[in-house]
């Protein structure tokens, strides 16, 4: 059958039961769940001219799989969320591995037991690595904060060598902050791992969608109950209805063609832009992406380099690693982070929390909350930083709660 797009002006409001609005992973499973478990009749609205949020990807004017809006490596514990993808996708068995550029030397990160001869020569880390066994024990990932918080000055020399030749740029880079702007709690999770495994990620279920990210997506979307309408911003659709004409005065309804919708709305876009940031726009930073193709197989020795003491952009990508693509030429992708300004022709990927951006945010959310039908979901909506899986994971309990 395929996806069913749909023009939204040829959208007729009586069969639709419920909307919502993005089709990334939060959108499209909720609306497959409200369609399939829940047999409602779903409109998808979608800002982007394609389906799959920025998890999308396509192959490039190079003929390389490539991830429009960076890196996606499917990683998580979670049975069921695993589980969930696989009605939609084969997989490709994958395991990240991240490498660190210091000053032209490649070592693994998390920095490991591999890092620490890299760093210091054998000798010198054979007689760290035995201390640091010693005082936590092996195959454990320890925080800076606990290598400083013994009172011994090896353990110290660990930590501050990786505070400043993996963490410390590479964060500046990232938020854009100063040393003395970095937040304390961040510090404290830069973990050292005593042990040989380089991976990146150390969870149970890790890999790749066999054919992409975009056919996951588009067998999602692929049921009788389920439109979708590109090119199409809630805010431009939304007719908002407050109480009254109070700044703070909370919705009473959000109309779709002239009539007060009812049903379930699960919104997962930015929720100052809903409201036409009327109390002032969200911080989030934002990236922007430079690609570049190769007439050779491989251009670096792993998926991704993280450049964590040179270098103004924060890491490359090799997008042949990730996908397994076998071609004679290759595309990498250079990512820079900056902050965002115009969201028009910006994205914002990452919010910067704080208590004083969260308070922001609560504002925001309080202009919802007299709706029993409106349910913010995501990173965006949510102004949090969720990794995939648990998109999955919250869209899926909150199915459960709608649908049974």
């Keep these: 059958m395929g996806v069913n797009y749909l023009d939204y002006a040829d959208v007729n409001m009586a069969d639709v039961d419920a909307v919502v609005v993005g089709s990334g992973f939060a959108g499209s499973v909720m609306a497959r769940e409200l369609a399939e478990r829940g047999n409602k009749r779903v409109l998808v609205i979608e800002k982007k001219n394609h389906i799959a949020g920025n998890m999308y990807d396509e192959i490039d004017e190079a003929g390389i799989l490539v991830h429009r809006y960076g890196p996606h490596i499917f990683h998580t514990n979670n049975q069921r969320a695993f589980d969930y993808l696989q009605r939609f996708t084969e997989w490709r068995d994958y395991q990240h591995e991240v490498l660190a550029n210091w000053y032209g030397t490649f070592m693994p990160v998390p920095f490991n037991k591999n890092s620490m001869e890299i760093a210091f020569g054998e000798e010198e880390a054979a007689r760290l690595t035995e201390k640091l066994i010693e005082t ?54 830069v973990p050292v791992f005593l042990s040989r495994d380089n991976r990146y990620f150390q969870d149970e279920f890790q890999g790749m969608p066999l054919e992409g990210y ?170 949090r930083y969720y990794n995939m899986d648990v998109i999955i994971g919250r869209a899926l309990a909150l199915a459960d709660e709608l649908v049974g």
Excluded at 142 to 171: G, H
Excluded at 333 to 338: D, L
Excluded at 346 to 363: S, W
């Design 136 to 189: 936590f024990g092996d195959e454990r990932k320890v925080t800076i904060t606990e290598l400083r918080a013994q009172d011994d000055p090896d353990l110290e020399k660990v930590a501050d060598f990786v505070y400043e030749n993996v963490f410390l740029y590479y964060t500046q880079k990232q938020w854009g902050l100063t040393p003395d702007e970095v937040d304390p709690s961040v510090v404290a999770r």
């Design 214 to 383: 975009t056919p996951l997506f588009e067998r999602m979307l692929d049921h009788e109950n389920i439109s979708v309408c590109l090119n199409t911003e809630a805010e431009s659709v939304f007719d908002l209805r407050f109480s009254s004409d109070d700044e703070d005065a909370p919705l009473s309804a959000i109309a779709l063609k002239d009539q007060n919708f009812e049903g379930p709305i699960i919104y997962t876009g930015p929720l100052d832009e809903l409201f036409l940031a009327r109390f002032g726009r969200l911080p989030y930073r934002t990236l922007d992406f430079v690609y570049e193709t190769y007439d050779q197989e491989f251009w670096q020795p792993c998926g991704t380099v993280n450049y964590t003491v040179t270098e103004p952009y924060t890491r490359i990508t090799e997008f042949k690693y990730l996908t397994g693509q076998e071609a004679p030429n290759t595309t990498i992708m250079k990512e820079f982070s900056h902050p965002y300004e115009d969201p028009d022709t910006q994205i914002p990927y990452y919010a910067i929390i704080n208590d004083e951006n969260n308070a922001h945010y609560n504002r925001y959310l309080a202009l919802t909350e007299p709706l029993d039908n409106f349910y913010p979901l995501g990173r965006l909506a949510e102004y």
